[in-house]
């Protein structure tokens, strides 16, 4: 990797002892990105400690001084954390890359994911956005169907894991298993329902025109990535109870025939993009053994027969890895790569 700092970068993880945040720590050790001092931070520091390269990094109360000498900061701590602290990190000269939606549809933010659309990138002022889980897995299929015959429309249904909610949440699900083997009743403290029991078509807040919220930035956070603003694209969102890893059904009008095996020759020529299709194997991507991985799978590559050029197909992927701390890692290392780290912005 490339670096116009030879010694290695200040790097800080606001939400470090989350899934995520704690997920994004991992990656930056597991892809060797040249952090030359780890800053952990977190809503209180309550004398706890994050590992890092063999390391105990002490977790430190988040304030705005945190950033100051801070070169590339990872957020994971909630959209009002964001909010709040992204304009005195990107003030201080440090570049945020932030995981909550709180800047994802700003017109002056990058909305990036990593093999989709990295120049994107050349227009950061501060404050790079990552996208939604559900959205990162979907957008470089829907970029290479677009690169083989064109996009007209997209029907796409999550299966998304309780992991996607956060730590607590995967909590949750465990003790509504442990009440269920006892023959209890499952309540949830994280969700309106036991998810256990019943997938649950309501992820976070309900809009007015009967949509979710989650739903809604799937359509506009894929519409923006790749740079389609009037793409026709319509999504359900689903919380089902599996603790990891998001799964998604998607139909897609083409505007050009494409045969299935032209469409996993596309898929497959996407970097970070695994085609694992023999259905009479009995192969085809799971949610459990995509645990872990980097990697977006895909399968179930299909013609759909009720609109002319159709294509389906069933999209998997691990949403804590590539859904979250690793695209932010992947923009991280453009950052390096492009010489973008100090873009070009104003700095107070
Ligand atoms: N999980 C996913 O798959 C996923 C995917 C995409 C995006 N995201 C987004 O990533 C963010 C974190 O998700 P998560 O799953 O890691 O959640 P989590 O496990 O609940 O962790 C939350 C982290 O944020 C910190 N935090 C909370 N409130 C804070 C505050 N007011 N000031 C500073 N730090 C604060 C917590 O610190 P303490 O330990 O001190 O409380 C903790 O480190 C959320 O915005 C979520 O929407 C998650």
Known sequence: MGS??????????LGATGLVGRTMITVL???????RKLVALAASSGDRTIRFKGQEVPVEQVRPESFAGVDIALFSAGGSTSLMYAPEAAARGCAVIDNSSAWRMDPAVPLVVSQVNPSALL????IIANPNCSTMQLVPLLKALEDAAGLRRVVVATYQSVSGAGGKAVQDLQQQ????????????TQFPHAVVSSPIPAIDVFLSDGSTKEESKVVHESRKILGMPSLKIAATAVRVPVERSHSEAVHV????PLT?????????AMPGVTVLDDPAGHLYPLAASSVGSDEIFV???????????GIAFWVVSDNVRKGAATNAVQIAELLVEMDLVHGARHVV
Do not use: Y
């Open 253 to 256: 009008e083409l505007s050009q």
């Open 177 to 188: 298993r442990e009440t269920l083997v006892r023959g209890g009743q499952p309540i949830s």
């Open 299 to 309: 399968g179930r590559v299909r013609s759909d027969q009720s609109v002319e050029h």
């Open 4 to 13: 116009s700092h030879p010694d290695g970068f200040v790097v800080a993880v």
């Open 123 to 126: 227009d950061h002022d501060g």
């Open 29 to 35: 050790e597991e892809r060797s990105f040249p952090v």
């Open 260 to 268: 299935p095996q032209e469409a996993r020759k596309a898929f497959a």
